[in-house]
Nanobody
């Protein structure tokens, strides 16, 4: 029922910031757990951050303290504010929606966006 479109990616230097947006269309947005994953060529897709329908936030250790996930229900949008970016953050970033389970497990999400590329150079 929901479709996701990411935006906000681009190229930045190490230490810079980007804010990714994920706009949801359709029904059920407020009931979903929303997450951000990323993937680089030749690597497994990995979880970055998630926010539950009740506002609970989760982060993996490698982004904790640098990234912030939030949602604006009035705009049907989830954000990922990324600060202090490192070269290791370079990846395609995907927005995902699911009903719950293990937040880091990609298979638990039934709807995915097309991705937005983030490139960090130094």
């Amino acid at each position: 029922r929901v479709q996701l479109v990411e935006s906000g990616g681009g190229s930045v230097q190490s230490g810079g910031s980007l804010r990714l947006s994920c706009v949801a269309s359709g029904y059920g947005f407020r009931d979903f757990c929303m997450a951000w994953f990323r993937q680089s060529p030749g690597k497994q897709r990995e979880a970055v951050a998630a926010i539950g329908s009740g506002g609970t936030k989760s982060y993996t250790d490698y982004v904790k303290g640098r990234f912030t996930v939030s949602r604006d229900s009035a705009k049907n949008t989830v954000y990922l504010q990324m600060n202090s970016l490192k070269r290791e953050d370079t990846a395609m970033y995907y927005c995902a929606a699911g009903y719950g389970g293990t937040w880091t497990r990609a298979a638990d999400y039934g709807t995915w966006g097309q991705g937005t590329q983030v490139t960090v150079s130094s």
